[in-house]
T-cell receptor, first 109, second 114 residues
Framework: AQRVTQPEKLLSVFKGAPVELKCNYS??????LFWYVQYSRQRLQLLLR??SRESIKGFTADLNKGETSFHLKKPFAQEEDSAMYYC???????????FGAGTRLTVKP | DVKVTQSSRYLVKRTGEKVFLECVQD?????MFWYRQDPGLGLRLIYF???????EKGDIPEGYSVSREKKERFSLILESASTNQTSMYLC?????????????FGSGTRLTVV
């Protein structure tokens, strides 16, 4: 079974501070991990995928298979980063994706 | 530039009604999905489809059915709406997994069952 855990429902940081949104997963096979973001009154959109090893809007995430984690990090948070963030997992040969419960990030001025 | 369109942004239905939620995508995607989004629970998969006339149950299919008669359209049906089906419903589509991409989501339908 695929399971994604985001332990923090709410996270609040000040502008310019580092931010880390935690994601742990449970899956017996090879996972593909994703981060999605939903800004206020906008649709859910893909932020980044572990396969592409990219940095989007200053965010990075590294897949740690030993700790079964895929934490999202940004060294200097901006107010426009305030949003709902979802971690998601898809099995290597699966079409369907499972999402965590989400973390609402608030960046204070 | 809208690629996944959900026909209604807000719906209010009565208990026991049959409800149809429509989703259309214009990206020629093979895969389509229905999720419900609830605070504290995140997105939960209801049903998905990887081809026309094909469907697979997700984690919470009870009380729902789906229809995919054409590649671009995926309908979610609430056979007899109940108050516990009040939620935000999100439709998504994607290319086959071999292309390693994520999902494209619609803007959602907020359904209230009274």
């Amino acid at each position: 079974a695929q399971r994604v855990t985001q332990p923090e429902k709410l996270l609040s940081v000040f502008k310019g501070a580092p931010v880390e949104l935690k994601c742990n997963y449970s899956y017996s096979g090879s996972p593909e991990l994703f981060w999605y973001v939903q800004y206020s009154r906008q649709r859910l959109q893909l932020l980044l995928r572990h396969i592409s090893r990219e940095s989007i809007k200053g965010f990075t995430a590294d897949l740690n298979k030993g700790e079964t984690s895929f934490h999202l990090k940004k060294p200097f948070a901006q107010e426009e980063d305030s949003a709902m963030y979802y971690c998601a997992l898809r099995g290597y040969n699966n079409n369907d994706m499972r999402f965590g419960a989400g973390t609402r990030l608030t960046v204070k001025p | 530039d809208v690629k996944v369109t959900q026909s209604s942004r807000y719906l209010v239905k009565r208990t026991g009604e049959k409800v149809f939620l429509e989703c259309v995508q214009d990206m020629d995607h093979e895969n389509m999905f229905w999720y419900r989004q609830d605070p504290g629970l995140g997105l939960r998969l209801i049903y998905f489809s990887y081809d026309v006339k094909m469907k697979e149950k997700g984690d919470i299919p009870e009380g729902y059915s789906v229809s995919r008669e054409k590649k671009e359209r995926f309908s979610l049906i609430l056979e007899s709406a109940s108050t516990n089906q009040t939620s935000m419903y999100l439709c998504a589509s994607s290319l086959p997994i071999t292309q390693g991409r994520g999902y494209t989501f619609g803007s959602g339908t907020r359904l209230t069952v009274v």
